[in-house]
Structures are given as C-alpha cells and as structure tokens.
T-cell receptor, first 111, second 118 residues
Framework: QQQVKQSPQSLIVQKGGISIINCAYE??????FPWYQQFPGKGPALLIA?????SEKKEGRFTISFNKSAKQFSLHIMDSQPGDSATYFC??????????FGTGTSLTVIP | GAVVSQHPSRVICKSGTSVKIECRSL??????MFWYRQFPKQSLMLMAT?????????EQGVEKDKFLINHASLTLSTLTVTSAHPEDSSFYIC??????????????FGPGTRLTVL
C-alpha cells in the first residue's frame, strides 16, 4: 500500500509560471513532510520541509502548503526557472521511523 | 543543510566480486542511516535501515547475506554487495537522519553510487 501518493507524474511549465505538485498521506502519525529535488545521476537534496504545527512554510520561491485535516501537502514553485527542471519527491515520516516517498514528479520548465 | 558523502561515486566490477560502498555523515552524528536503491525514472526503494551498534533491518525481499550493512560508528555506514551480478547494477543511495536539536529527524542524502556489474 502506497503510504504517500504523489501527483502529477510529470509536469511542464513555462518559465515564470507556478509549478504545483501534490501529495496525500494516510498515516496520522506522520509528523515530518519534506520535499526533495533530484537531478539526474545525483542523490536527492532536501529542498524544504514542514511539520504539522504550521499550515504553510515559504523559503524563497518554494512554498509548502499543508492541510492536516485533508492529509494533504503540496509544493509550489513560484517564478519557475529552467534550472528547476528536475524530479521532485515528497516524503513523510513519523519521528524515529522510516521515510515514505512519493513516486516522484518530473518537472520540465520551458524557457 | 547537513552533508552526507558517499564513496565511491562510480564503480565497475566483474561478476562475482564484492563491492563496498561507504556512507559518511560529515558534520553531524546519525544513529540511523538508510540505504536505498533507485532504478531509472523511479522512486527510491528502501533496502535497509542501518542502526549504529546493532544489526541492520532489511526490507522484505532484500537478501541480507547479499547486501551486508555495517554501521560502525555514528558517522559511518557501509554497504557491501557480495558476489555481485549484473542484476545488481543500480544507483545506490544512502541517507543519514539527524538526531536532536531543532533539525531533528531530518534526512539528508548522499550523492549516490552508480554500480555497474559486467
């Protein structure tokens, strides 16, 4: 059973546009929700993360929106740039336990 | 963010040989490290959880005698692929989880190791 469901599988956005990737989870014990960015041939890099005590976290052009009641969280990339083209993974974990990853979203930003 | 290194970044070996991959947390201590395998255009597949000072916990379907994990210290875990075969060719990624402090339970990944078995 997929613990974290991610959509869309792929996304094409024009330069300057907003990229939105969504994730949903079932386990209410999860208390940490990170997003990772991965370029081909590289390991995933932590992009931004949120804990359930807040509904939104913003770092530069990247924002996480978190809806605890709906058990959903999303990544928004504002003013998307070609350099943002990568695969993005959401994840969830309960402190001290393993991380569960979404299936990934391949983002392409067109110049 | 915290830094995790992996060595080697690439390895090519002959079928039947063993390969050791090292994972180090450079600027923090990690009681827990994870080992993942990733196939092209797919998500990360957890292979095992490595805990310092105790035996690793393997995921279902992962052969513990083939993928030997040792977590010798709070900053080092090793994965040894024994008697490697072409089907073991993959991208192996480790990660380390922070303990304590304001950044607790954050997971940081190494750069990955591309293993090719001829």
């Amino acid at each position: 059973q997929q613990q974290v469901k991610q959509s869309p599988q792929s996304l094409i956005v024009q330069k300057g546009g907003i990229s939105i990737i969504n994730c949903a989870y079932e386990n209410t014990a999860f208390d940490y929700f990170p997003w990772y960015q991965q370029f081909p041939g590289k390991g995933p890099a932590l992009l931004i993360a949120i804990r359930p005590d807040v509904s939104e976290k913003k770092e530069g052009r990247f924002t996480i929106s978190f809806n605890k009641s709906a058990k959903q969280f999303s990544l928004h990339i504002m003013d998307s740039q070609p350099g943002d083209s990568a695969t993005y993974f959401c994840a969830a974990s309960a402190t001290g336990n393993q991380f569960y990853f979404g299936t990934g979203t391949s983002l392409t930003v067109i110049p | 963010g915290a830094v995790v290194s992996q060595h080697p970044s690439r390895v090519i070996c002959k079928s039947g040989t063993s390969v050791k991959i090292e994972c180090r947390s450079l600027d923090f201590q990690a009681t827990t490290m994870f080992w993942y395998r990733q196939f092209p255009k797919q998500s990360l597949m957890l292979m095992a959880t490595s805990n310092e000072g105790s035996k690793a916990t393997y995921e279902q379907g992962v052969e513990k005698d083939k993928f030997l994990i040792n977590h010798a210290s709070l900053t080092l875990s090793t994965l040894t692929v024994t008697s490697a075969h072409p089907e073991d060719s993959s991208f192996y990624i480790c990660s380390a989880v922070t303990i304590g402090g304001p950044s607790y339970n954050e997971q940081f990944f190494g750069p990955g190791t591309r293993l090719t078995v001829l």
